[in-house]
């Protein structure tokens, strides 16, 4: 059973910088994991994917400023996120998507962290 769960959001001014923290059991090692986020009146939007490889890839708008990275040892992902802009305000997600073998995936989700940039 995949469970995942969120810490490390809050409130930062312009320019600064969090580390969200996805605590995940229940992974196997050909999952794909990710961060998503939802801001408010707005769709649910990808914005750092890490394979079971090295693999990364980051939506345009964070790219530069937002790092993906997993630590199998202690079993969480991490998305160290700088230079934070007030686009980025969202509530933000761990997903785990795993390959179902019929040809679709199954979506595991985090309750979700409250991430606020102030201008």
């Known amino acids: 059973q995949v469970q995942l769960v969120e810490s490390g959001g809050g409130l930062v001014q312009t320019g600064g910088s969090l580390r969200l923290s996805c605590l995940f059991s229940g992974i196997i090692s050909t999952d794909i994991m990710a961060w998503y986020r939802q801001a408010p009146g707005k769709q649910l939007e990808l914005v750092a994917q890490?394979?079971?490889?090295?693999?990364?890839n980051y939506d345009g708008s964070v790219k530069g400023r937002f790092a993906v990275s997993r630590d199998n040892a202690k079993n969480t992902l991490y998305l160290q996120m700088n230079n934070l802009l007030p686009e980025d305000t969202a509530v933000y997600y761990c997903n785990v998507k795993r390959d179902s073998g019929l040809g679709g995936f199954a979506n595991y989700w985090g309750q979700g962290t409250q991430v606020t940039v102030s201008s």
């Open positions: 890490a394979t079971s490889g090295a693999s990364q």
